[in-house]
């Protein structure tokens, strides 16, 4: 089974994270990840990119539209 | 930073109770609901339609299908899926009427095919080391420095603001969002593998960006990297 290349890594990261990687394409990945610093991180950057993602403030939904709703909800027939 | 209401201080109540309730006229729990999720939805609902007002619009006429439905909901999804799907559905006939429609069925578009990083930044085919990086990705600052600054937001929501449209959903509703994988399939119809060529995609490119961004600005001195 031949080795994994750089540019062939950085396109399984997703479907590393997800494990969604069979059994023999996952090994090669751990395995390249041991020898390869510059994949190592790229890997450590793509966590860190989804962690950031997962820190966006939301936006909140107008009173207004919230007064509207729930003046429906109390409204509405059994 | 503001806090999702009842996502920490009590544990949030079980579909069954929420259902429950909902069905009884509890306008608590509605309220509940509506501060928990609205904002999420808002979010989301903005990928599909052009204006902020028209998102806002999608939300409330998917609240108002909530109050319609909630007693046909089967329990055959978690509650917040079954909201979510109705969500997509509402948003994606405003889209129609706003021309607006994304084309979820054809896989690659052209957008979603290629490299993700750069093939420039890989050592060519005559080279003793094919397929590897010239140069390692520049360090980035640790999360613990980098994570709350309002520039990293600004940049990270620049970065959303500019992906296809398909990508954009993917994303905000796995990493923005916190879906798994089966449940935004679930939401948006399609498949694993569909939705991960377009979450790849779109991470690939929010890093790409965030590398731009911290390489403009470099690294602190002084404290710790990540590696």
Redesign the interface.
């Known amino acids: 089974m031949a080795e994994l290349?750089?540019?062939?890594f950085?396109?399984l990261?997703?479907?590393f994270l997800?494990g969604?990687l069979d059994a023999d394409a996952e090994s090669r990945f751990v395995d390249h990840l041991a020898v390869?610093?510059?994949?190592?991180?790229?890997l450590?950057?793509?966590r860190?990119?989804?962690?950031?993602?997962?820190?966006?403030?939301?936006?909140?939904?107008?009173d207004e539209?919230?007064d509207?709703?729930?003046a429906?909800?109390?409204d509405?027939p059994? | 930073?503001?806090v999702?209401a009842g996502s920490s201080a009590r544990p949030f109540p079980s579909d069954a109770v929420l259902v429950t309730r909902l069905r009884d006229?509890d306008?608590a729990a509605?309220?509940l609901l509506?501060?928990a999720w609205?904002?999420?939805m808002?979010?989301l609902a903005?990928s599909f339609v052009s204006t902020?007002d028209s998102a806002?619009e999608v939300?409330?006429d998917t609240?108002?299908a909530v109050?319609?439905g909630i007693g046909q909901f089967e329990g055959r999804s978690s509650l917040k899926t079954w909201v979510y799907r109705i969500l997509v559905n509402t948003a994606k006939r405003r889209g129609v009427r706003e021309s607006r429609s994304i084309p979820w069925s054809s896989l690659a578009t052209g957008e979603d095919d290629g490299?993700?990083?750069d093939?420039a930044r890989?050592r060519g085919a005559g080279d003793p080391y094919?397929?590897?990086?010239w140069e390692?990705?520049a360090?980035?600052p640790s999360?613990e420095q980098?994570?709350?600054s309002g520039e990293?937001?600004a940049e990270?929501?620049a970065a959303l603001a500019q992906l296809p449209d398909r990508q954009r959903i993917v994303?905000l509703l796995r990493?923005?969002e916190?879906y798994g994988?089966d449940e935004v399939c679930s939401i948006l119809d399609i498949s694993?593998a569909n939705q991960?060529v377009l979450?790849?995609r779109a991470?690939?490119f929010?890093?790409g960006k965030?590398?731009e961004y911290y390489v403009s600005v470099g690294t602190p001195r002084g404290g710790r990297e990540?590696?």
């Open positions: 290349n750089c540019d062939e950085v396109e990261v997703t479907a997800d969604a390869c610093d510059g994949c190592e991180r790229y450590d950057q793509f860190q990119t989804i962690s950031t993602l997962g820190e966006l403030p939301p936006e909140s939904l107008p539209a919230r509207t709703l729930l429906a909800f109390r509405w059994r | 930073m503001e999702e006229r306008e509605f309220a509506l501060d609205s904002n999420g808002l979010r903005r902020n806002a939300v409330q609240w108002l109050i319609r490299p993700t990083v093939p890989f094919p397929g590897h990086w390692f990705p360090r980035w999360p980098a994570a709350l990293v937001r990270v929501t994303i990493d923005v916190g994988s694993a991960r979450l790849h991470r690939a929010v890093r965030l590398e990540v590696t």
